[in-house]
Each structure stands twice: as C-alpha cells, then as structure tokens.
C-alpha cells in the first residue's frame, strides 16, 4: 500500500513538471512568436517593406507596420502605444523622446535623409520645372506642415520662394505624405510637393527641391525603452544602417547621408 502510494505521488510530482516546462514553452514560443511592432513615416513605408523581406529572412524575426505621420505616431508613444522601434520622417521627434526617457540610450540613429520633390500630373516631366511654382495652381498638394515633416518642408521651401502667402489659400493638406501622394497620383490635385521616394518608387518624374529651400529632412530611428524586444529592435537598427540597405535606401530616391559621405571620404584618404 504505502509502495503505491509513493508511485502515485511520484507520477503526480512527473506531471506538474511536465506541465509547467509545457506552459513556460508555450509562453516562449509566444513571446518568440510576437512580431517586432514598427511605427514608420509613412514616406519611408514602401520602402522598409521592401527591405524587410530580406530582414525577416535573414533574421526569421517577423515584424508589424504601424504607418502614419510621425507627428501622430510621437502622440501615440506619449501616451503609451506599444511600439518596439519609431523611424520617423524628422529628427526633432526622436529628440524629445531621447530626452523625455522613451527611448534607450544611444539608439538615436539617422537611418535615411530625405528629398523634397514637386510634382505635376498635368505636365509632360521632362518638361517640368520649378518655374511652374511662380504661377500658384487653383489647388496645391502638401502634407500638413504641423504633423508631417514633409509637409513642413514644403512649407519652409515655399517661403524660401517668397510664395507661401499666395500658396496658402490654395492648399490641400494630407494628414501625411501618404494621403498627399494619394491625392496627387489620383489626379484629384494637379500639383504638389511630395517625397521623391514616391516618385522613384512609382516610376515618376518630379523636381527635386533644392535642399538649401529647407531645413534638412533627417529622418531618425529609437528603439523604446518600453520595448520588450530590444534585442530584435537593434538588429533592425544594425540592418537598416548596413552599407548594403543604405545603397537600397539611396537608390529608391533619398540622399546619401552625410555619415556615410564622411566615411567614405575618411577611406580614401586612408587608402592613399
């Protein structure tokens, strides 16, 4: 009797290990499992899609995008949206949020510098140019130069121009470049500023503005501090500035930044 016993309690005390090693796998797995969640400019979206395939297969780490303007996005973190990793369309954002203790230390990083380009579905490309800005169109297309860094670009170059008092009655503003993008390529507006990656990326011709009519559009990465995945986090930051994903980056219509410029200059220098 007493032997049964001891074999009861022993196949009890078996279960309860089995059963807790089965719950802290499946709490892994699904830990492993939860995808990486991304909060992206919406100008930089088509692109990071493009380079997270190859992220994904290299790694095996599956992700989530949350797009949108990263004005609202830098609201959304404020107020505690659960995002693991924020690349913005600016640098100022990125900032507050280092500041402000959002962000773990020292993963503030430009991962793309951005192009400011007009574009005109009314006219031939070839024979666009900025000329056509003195003559202000019945309705003009930017993104809201509150929330969306392009949109505040936009603004900076006209006024660059001397024409935002004639140009302001007459705009249409996107909540992002997305939406502003959208409404040009609709045709639904003529005329407008968007990011020159839309261009590249839909086989489209615009005019790139010069980058002296604006402060410059360095866009920015943090990973949170909130993340529970910074491990993942950092990984994505480390591809993203790899020297094969900023050629990829620089060939869909953003500028070489200028890290990437003293580098290069630094090698040569070194090779002679």
Request: proline share 4%.
């Amino acid at each position: 009797m007493l032997r049964i016993l001891l074999v009861s309690i022993l196949l009890i005390n078996l279960l309860a290990v089995n059963t807790s090693q089965a719950q802290q796998s499946i709490a892994t797995n699904n830990q492993t499992n939860k995808p990486l969640r991304i909060a992206v400019a919406a100008n930089f979206t088509p692109v990071l899609k493009v380079l997270l395939k190859e992220f994904t297969t290299k790694t095996g780490i599956n992700t989530q995008i949350i797009s949108g303007a990263s004005g609202a996005m830098f609201l959304q973190i404020k107020y505690g949206a659960p995002f693991d990793i924020f690349l913005s369309a600016d640098s100022r954002r990125p900032k507050e949020l280092e500041q402000a203790g959002y962000a773990l230390k020292d993963s503030r990083k430009t991962y793309a510098v951005g192009q400011l380009a007009f574009y005109s579905s009314s006219h031939n490309s070839s024979t666009s140019s900025l000329e056509q800005l003195k003559n202000p169109p019945a309705r003009f297309a930017i993104a809201n130069p509150d929330i969306a860094p392009y949109g505040k670009a936009a603004k900076e170059a006209l006024n660059h121009l001397g024409l935002w008092q004639a140009y302001e009655p007459r705009l249409v503003k996107g909540i992002n470049i997305g939406q502003t993008f959208a409404q040009l390529r609709s045709k639904a507006v003529a005329y407008g500023m968007v990011a020159n990656s839309q261009l590249v990326l839909n086989n489209l011709s615009g005019v790139i503005i010069p980058s002296s009519y604006h402060q410059a559009i360095e866009q920015q990465l943090i990973i949170l501090s909130s993340s529970k995945q910074q491990a993942a986090a950092e990984k994505l930051s480390h591809f993203l500035l790899s020297t094969q994903s900023q050629n990829k980056i620089t060939s869909y219509g953003y500028a070489q930044r200028k890290q990437d410029t003293q580098k290069n200059v630094l090698s040569e220098s070194m090779a002679r």
